[in-house]
């Protein structure tokens, strides 16, 4: 019975060794500073990548979450992860505060099981300027 902790210590290294590792990661595709645009909507990219095979590929559902407001995203046609949606920003406003959500499910055992990923929080700054506006000739003296 002395070696039972040992053998019960050696089990869980075998264990977490077989699982492997896995990642998700988020990259924000959107720019920090955007121009104010008369409509009130921006524009908001990402990718998201990881390396979880258990992922069922047509679960995958992506949102930008403002505040308590979701929205989702698309996924665009021609880059494989990567997902783009605009998001409302009231009138006046200088700022603001979003993050990044991804609803999937994975297999297990007995059934598919729903799991959820969130993104650092961001910040997009709402610019008054011509910062990212096509140059205007007839603005010149």
């Not at 019975?1 to 019960?8: H, S, T």
């Not at 524009?43 to 679960?59: G, K, L």
């Not at 009231?90 to 993104?119: E, T």
Request: glycine letters at 6%; aromatic letters at 12%; proline letters at 10%.
């Amino acid at each position: 019975m002395r070696n039972g902790p040992k053998v019960l210590v050696m089990l869980m290294i075998l264990g977490l060794g077989a699982s492997g590792c896995t990642y998700s990661r988020f990259t924000n595709l959107t720019p920090t500073r955007l121009p104010r645009d008369a409509s009130g909507n921006y524009p908001v990219e990402m990718t998201w990548d990881s390396n979880n095979r258990n992922i069922v590929d047509d679960s995958v559902r992506a949102y930008v979450v403002v505040e308590k407001d979701f929205y989702p995203m698309t996924p665009t046609p021609v880059v494989e992860d990567r997902w783009e949606a605009m998001i409302p920003v009231r009138p006046g406003a200088n700022y603001v505060n979003y993050h990044f959500k991804i609803d999937f499910k994975y297999r297990g055992l007995p059934n598919k099981r729903p799991n959820s990923d969130l993104s650092e929080p961001f910040v997009l700054q709402i610019v008054d300027d011509t910062f990212g506006r096509p140059f205007d000739p007839s603005t010149v003296d």
